[in-house]
């Protein structure tokens, strides 16, 4: 079976391959009376657009979304809400050797093991492409959820990470990586570019908040909110790895030194300390919900590498196309976009067992 569908309330479908006449998703479960128009999905779509900037993909795509379903006189209506992304810029020619060989990193082999047929097209449904839907879909949950704010940022670019006494939340706007550190985003510009050059291409770490989740969203045991993110994030493309709160630096920690105290406050406990990134039990705690995703360097580099053909013998490919030297750059709302649809889905769970209040 193939598996396109995600979350248990609040779902969401996409659909399309990267060189196909279009893409998109169907959102369902979305309650009702929801304002939403197009132009609250398209400054999402823009964020992740490809060819903005030369650290990009200069495939030249719109991605101009259209809502067919679902919205009337700009309010949801509780029934499916179909997004619709054109392709207007695939040059399916540059994946011609593709058809016959096997792209070392690329999941080229793995869909042909399972399926004995394949879409060589840019990766077909494997292309970092369908993460557009994803987005989409992204900010219909954000208009379910307008009490919590979510901000990504990439935190690390080929190993070379940010200062994070110099975060600067308004920076991250104001550079094409997404980096809230002026001068580590400096630096990413030589770095990005000597890969690019080279026809290489780098790793990349995303680091994501969510502030403003009340305490009590989660669902254990087997839907538990952490578990939730760390699936959703690693469905994205090119992601390897998830954190949630301090992740794998925990497991270096006394009991004492990974403990998030707790105080007495007027509306809750107040927290000393945040290692458990906001979640106890699988469910929110109330304070920010924060994770970390690594991407893995984007598979498509001009470096021959050594493979096989569909019949089994060795030879040697190069990849053709436009891609990204750095895929985990424009992975920033992407991870936004998955963070928002599990808290949409999570917030919704927990109404439907504890009721329309927070506890």
């Known amino acids: 079976m193939s598996f396109n569908t995600f ?26 009376g929801i ?3 197009e132009a609250d999905v398209q400054p999402f779509l823009d964020r992740r657009r490809p060819g903005t900037s030369r650290f990009t993909t200069q495939r030249q795509e719109p991605d101009q979304v259209r809502i067919l379903s679902g919205v009337f006189e700009g309010r949801t209506t509780g029934t499916p809400i179909a997004l619709h992304i054109d392709n207007v810029d695939q040059r399916s020619k540059d994946y011609s050797e593709v058809a016959l060989a096997y792209r070392p990193g690329h999941a080229d082999y793995a869909y042909d093991a399972k399926y004995g047929f394949r879409d060589y097209r840019g990766g077909g449904r494997s292309s970092a492409r369908e993460t557009a839907s994803r987005v989409a879909a992204g900010a219909v949950a954000r208009a379910v959820i307008p009490e919590v704010t979510i901000l990504a940022w990439v935190e690390a670019i080929g190993g070379d990470a940010i200062d994070y006494a110099a975060f600067d939340p308004a920076e991250i706007a104001n550079n094409p990586f997404f980096c809230p550190d002026a001068k580590a985003a400096a630096r990413w510009e030589t770095l990005v570019d000597d890969a690019r050059k080279a026809g290489s291409s780098l790793g990349a770490v995303v680091a994501c908040e969510a502030v403003g989740v009340p305490a009590g969203w989660g669902a254990p045991l ?34 004492e030194q990974n403990a998030d105290p707790m105080r007495p406050g007027n509306a809750g406990p107040i927290f000393t300390a945040n290692h458990a990134g906001g979640i106890a039990g699988g469910i929110a705690t109330g304070q920010p ?17 050594p493979t096989i053909t569909r019949d089994g ?15 985990g750059i424009r992975g920033v709302p992407v991870v936004e976009a998955m963070v928002a649809l599990v808290l949409a889905d999570q917030k919704l769970l927990h109404r439907a067992q504890c009721g329309g209040t927070d506890r």
């Open 313 to 327: 013998d060795a030879t040697e490919l190069r990849t053709k196309g436009r891609h990204d030297p750095c895929v």
């Open 7 to 32: 979350g248990r309330v609040f779902r969401f479908t996409t659909w399309g391959e990267s060189h196909g006449p279009a893409i998109g998703a169907v959102v369902d479960g979305c309650p009702p």
């Open 222 to 255: 087997y839907a538990k909110l952490d578990a939730e993110l760390a699936a959703a994030c690693m469905s994205i493309n090119a992601v390897k790895g998830v954190e949630i709160g301090d992740g794998f630096a925990a497991a270096a920690l006394t009991g």
């Open 35 to 37: 304002a939403l128009s």
């Open 289 to 305: 919900v924060t994770l970390r995703v690594a991407f893995k360097p984007t598979s498509s580099i001009l470096t021959p590498m």
